[in-house]
């Protein structure tokens, strides 16, 4: 009598049944989540792998699984020398069987985070400017200042005249101890710690009131991050001609310092670049191949552990692709499993636990009826 495995193979013999076949699968969301966990980086991110048109490779595809030999050898003394060899035997010579292996045109959405330089003659790399680094109390739009934790200080402002003063009814200047990071009250006590850093610095946006030699704040001046000078209410300020200065709200202009920062040396400076990076959404178009194991019995435990052992024997092949850095002659390889529709009829198992089972395990579980 012929078994599922037979009638099976006579069915996908006939190149017209294979999208049947695979109706019912779900390749799409298994594949996405198997090459995500398996292929996914930090920097390759797979949103969605998309199945099209389908083929059969093979029909009862051999393979080697080979025995191996490991151990160890050690060689003692000098003159003689004396040799212990340790080798163990693992596994046999024999053939198995994928029975059925299927060609997919696949196309898979990925992102590339945080992206990739393409430098080209078309968009080169772009030398801006050196930015001097200079020391800023850290405030928000509203020119209170920061604390040492980033969290803006309400009942404190900063002045258009540099100076730190408390809210009515009772308000005090504060004086800026840009040694111990603090504000002092008048009598030399700490008022708070606060947050001083060096702009201009890239990443998360932030403003600060840019230091003088001091280490006060100077006149009506403010700064972003990315080294663009405001006055306190945020309007572009004013350059002296000759000099390329800021000009502080006496009018005159102004070298922001850098007196939190250890030493006297004014050489530091952070060079500006623009680098086109690319961080879009890519496409690719992969050629996959689906390997099945046909199981006539309903063995289920016994059947994922075939196919994790085939996985194993191919995955050190030189066209396996095990990461999406180097595509060129590889082809991802995905694996499963195929029962008869109602294999498991009266087992106490129902078919989306085993899927889930085998989805969990890197192994697809599809169950069909031969029609």
């Known amino acids: 009598m012929a078994t599922f495995a037979d009638r099976l193979l006579v069915y996908l013999s006939d190149p017209a049944n294979v999208v049947g076949f695979l109706a019912s699968a779900a390749l799409d969301p298994f594949l ?14 797979i949103q969605q792998v998309a199945v099209g048109a389908a083929a059969v490779r093979e029909l009862q595809y051999p393979y080697w699984q080979r025995p191996r030999i490991l ?4 060689v003692q003394g000098t003159t003689p020398t004396r040799t212990t060899v340790d080798h163990s035997i693992y596994g046999f010579d ?7 292996s299927l060609d997919l045109d ?3 959405t990925v992102d590339q985070f945080p992206g990739s330089v393409d430098v080209t003659p078309a968009a080169p790399l772009r030398f801006d400017l050196t930015a001097n680094l200079l020391s800023v109390l850290r405030v928000d739009a509203a020119n209170h200042p920061l604390d040492r934790s980033g969290a803006p200080m309400a009942a404190v402002t900063v002045d258009n005249q540099g100076q730190l003063r408390t809210d009515p009814p009772q308000p005090v200047t504060l004086r ?7 504000l002092r009250e008048p009598d030399g006590g700490v008022h708070d710690q606060i947050l001083l850093e060096l702009f201009p610095r890239l990443g998360v946006p932030g403003l600060g009131v840019p230091l003088s030699d001091d280490g006060q704040p100077l006149h009506d001046l403010r700064v972003d991050n990315s080294g ?29 310092a850098r007196p939190a920062v250890p030493g006297t040396d004014g050489a530091d400076y952070r060079f500006m670049l623009s680098v086109p990076v690319r961080s879009d959404t890519l496409t690719l178009n992969l050629l996959t191949r689906l390997h ?11 059947d994922l552990r075939g196919v994790l052992a085939t996985r194993r024997v191919l995955e050190p092949g030189t066209d396996y692709l095990i990461s999406l850095d180097d595509t060129a002659g590889k082809v991802p390889q995905a694996f499963g499993l195929v029962y008869e529709q109602n294999a498991f009829d009266g087992s106490g198992l129902d078919s989306a636990g085993i899927r889930r089972l085998g989805a969990r395990m890197g192994v697809l579980v599809h169950f069909f009826a031969v029609p």
């Open 32 to 45: 996405t989540a198997d090459f995500r966990r398996r292929l996914g980086s930090e920097f390759w991110q």
């Open 71 to 74: 151990g160890r050898e050690e």
């Open 94 to 100: 024999a053939a198995r069987w994928i029975d059925v």
């Open 106 to 108: 696949t196309t898979w």
């Open 176 to 182: 800026l101890d840009p040694t111990g990071g603090v």
């Open 228 to 256: 663009a000078f405001t006055d306190l209410a945020g309007a572009p300020a004013v350059t002296d001609p000759h000099t390329g200065l800021p000009i502080d709200g006496s009018g005159r202009p102004v070298r922001p």
């Open 292 to 302: 099945l194991l046909v199981s006539a019995t309903a063995d289920l435990l016994a």
